[in-house]
């Protein structure tokens, strides 16, 4: 489907959805928030306009996924895309931020991350991809239909441009 609803859907099947987020009023995060919610998973959002991390900060995260009794998880990347955040992080800004803390999460949890997902838009989903190919943790992207993804210039329908934002 070109619609981003469908992955938003599938992705919150995940065992835990880190949702990174300025505002989470937008309808893609009430949409994510609510699928995880019906399949009866686990949702953590992160505020972002905190833009300081702290090690407590990511000890909270810790402590919120050591609460899930599966001890292999699979976790959904899901939070604003470059658009909605309007100028408040850039793309560089979001992937540091993600990075940052699934780096502090991968060094301290119990568990064993097994897959990170993400419906690969911009901003936070993209970073999501990107940390977990620089954590060596296995990536799966559900994208839409032609390769759908927002910029700060517009909508772009091109694979190669997709492809590529994970190839760096």
Not at 114 to 138: H, P, V
């Amino acid at each position: 489907s070109s619609s981003y609803k469908p992955r938003t859907i599938e992705n919150a099947k995940a065992d835990i959805t880190i949702a990174f987020a300025v505002d989470f009023n937008s309808y893609g995060e009430i949409l994510t928030k609510n699928s995880v919610y019906r399949n009866n998973k686990r949702y953590i959002a992160i505020d972002a306009n905190i833009t300081d991390i702290t090690i407590d900060r990511i000890q909270r995260l810790i402590n919120r996924v050591e609460r899930c009794p599966l001890n292999e998880i699979v976790i959904n990347i899901a939070g604003n895309g470059i658009t909605t955040l309007n100028g408040k992080l850039s793309q560089d800004e979001c992937d540091e931020y993600v990075l940052t803390f699934l780096e502090g999460l991968v060094k301290k949890t119990t568990k064993t991350i097994t897959l990170i997902r993400s419906g690969g838009q911009s901003g936070f989903d993209e970073a999501g991809i990107k940390a977990a190919i620089k954590l060596n943790i296995d990536a799966l992207t559900h994208f839409p239909k032609g390769y759908r993804f927002r910029t700060v210039d517009g909508e772009i329908y091109n694979k190669a441009l997709f492809v590529e934002r994970f190839e760096k």
